[in-house]
């Protein structure tokens, strides 16, 4: 299986008409998921509305979005994932950037003082799971007859207190056809592979990272209790315009090489440069297809994490 996502920064550098050309064109070639990045409010639309836009447009798309944790309280976000993940069958992802505090949290906070945006990034990741795990689909009975909705006994609060949140939960709607959306960290955030290896599905390592990666996720899935299995290793790698016809085979060598599940194609350009990576270099490198984001990702169904 060849995993291939790729990056769309939707706003300014690529405005939405574009960017529906692109979705549809990776739609049409198998492109594994399309990352909708997040720049800020001035510089791209909100990733959550895009990739609610898309997935309507395309239903074969999976999106995978980015939000930091600044400015988004735990339970909004889950919230907000979760419910582009029922709507798209199971095919939404997030991607959870590491990042300050949100004024809701912060009124709440257990230890006002504390401050480390790793460990606000591992906090807030077990809080979201946590939440999407909080209403499994096993619990939605909707059985007119005895007027029954939901098992409530299956429901429960997360009931969390640590050291930058505190989350009632549980959330409102069951899970996904995929178990829970796929979480996926991103290695530039400097966040500690033993987090990474504990309670994400994914990791997006740079070029730079690429030589140590494989061993180091492995170590850590290890003293996690994971298999290395369980977490989907992704390469970034930056395209060149121009040159995208010669490096198929290449990446695809180097990632079997460096033992990557997957490549992310970090396209930052227009939408000329998109269609010429998406067009050239993705149908070489024969992305498979599958029902859900996590199984496109080669993924075990999600078992729970462990504080």
Same mark, same amino acid.
């Given at each position: ?101 949100? /004024? ?18 591992? /906090? ?23 007027? #029954? ?11 969390? /207190?640590?050291?930058?949140?505190? #989350? ?107 269609? /010429? ?31």
């Amino acid at each position: 299986m060849t995993i291939i996502v790729l990056d769309l920064t939707v706003g300014s550098r690529l405005p939405l008409a574009d960017a529906i050309e692109i979705a549809a064109l990776a739609q049409d070639t198998g492109v594994t998921a399309v990352r909708l990045l997040d720049g800020g409010p001035e510089d791209t639309l909100d990733t959550t509305t895009v990739a609610a836009y898309l997935a309507g447009r395309f239903p074969r798309l999976r999106c995978i979005l980015d939000a930091p944790t600044s400015h988004n309280a735990p339970y909004n976000l889950a919230r907000r994932v979760l419910s582009l993940d029922r709507a798209t069958a199971g095919n939404s992802g997030l991607v959870l950037r590491a990042g300050d505090g949100d /004024e809701t949290s912060l009124a709440a906070v257990p230890e006002p003082t504390a401050t480390g945006r790793p460990g606000r990034w591992a /906090e807030y990741a077990y809080v979201l799971t946590k939440l999407w795990e909080s209403f499994p689909a096993t619990a939605l009975l909707g059985d007119q007859s005895t007027g #029954v909705f939901a098992e409530d006994s299956l429901i429960a609060p997360i009931d969390h /207190e640590g050291r930058f949140y505190r #989350v009632k939960g549980p959330l409102d709607s069951p899970s996904s056809p995929q178990g829970r959306p796929v979480l996926v960290a991103d290695a530039r955030d400097e966040v500690d592979w033993a987090d990474v290896a504990a309670l994400a599905d994914a990791v997006v390592v740079t070029a730079a990272q690429v030589p140590r990666a494989a061993v180091r996720l492995t170590e850590a899935a290890e003293r996690a209790g994971r298999r290395r299995e369980d977490i989907a290793l992704l390469g970034r790698i930056e395209p060149e315009p121009g040159a995208v016809h010669r490096t198929a085979g290449e990446l695809a060598d180097w990632a079997a090489r460096h033992c990557l599940d997957g490549l992310e194609l970090g396209t930052t350009g227009d939408r000329d440069q998109l269609r /010429e990576v998406v067009r050239t270099l993705v149908p070489p490198l024969a992305p498979a297809s599958a029902p859900t984001l996590r199984h496109a990702l080669g993924l075990p169904e999600p078992i729970g994490v462990t504080p």
